[in-house]
Nanobody, 124 residues
Framework: QVQLVESGGGLVQAGGSLRLSCTASGRTISTYAMGWFRQAPGKERDFVAAITASGLGKNYADPVKGRFTISRENAANTVYLQMNSLKPEDTAVYYC?????????????????WGQGTQVTVSS
């Protein structure tokens, strides 16, 4: 079992920045791809970004390309999401998740362990 805990959310004005962290305990995440998803009220949980185990491969959803950066520090069992130029439409609960070892895509069902989420609110 692995436990994932997100932190770093909060209230920020449009144009501002936040950095989210996701720290794992229980088992290492260093050999797994990791992802960030977000869910706004009344909407589905959507893919935001993902990173391969090595950190060399990164994938982003179109709405966040050029503004968000995913990274990881395997020695610290932590994944980050740097969010710049935030917009009100980025408001959501952000979740990190560990991808199943036998999957190669980034759909929600490809991920098996989830954190509890951290709220990001962007005011206009």
């Amino acid at each position: 079992q692995v436990q994932l805990v997100e932190s770093g959310g909060g209230l920020v004005q449009a144009g501002g920045s936040l950095r989210l962290s996701c720290t794992a305990s229980g088992r290492t995440i260093s050999t797994y791809a990791m992802g960030w998803f977000r869910q706004a009220p009344g909407k589905e949980r959507d893919f935001v970004a993902a990173i391969t185990a090595s950190g060399l491969g990164k994938n982003y959803a179109d709405p966040v390309k050029g503004r968000f950066t995913i990274s990881r520090e395997n020695a610290a069992n932590t994944v980050y999401l740097q969010m710049n130029s935030l917009k009100p439409e980025d408001t959501a609960v952000y979740y990190c998740a560990r991808r199943r070892s036998d999957r190669r895509t980034y759909y929600k069902d490809d991920f098996e362990y989830w954190g509890q989420g951290t709220q990001v609110t962007v005011s206009s």
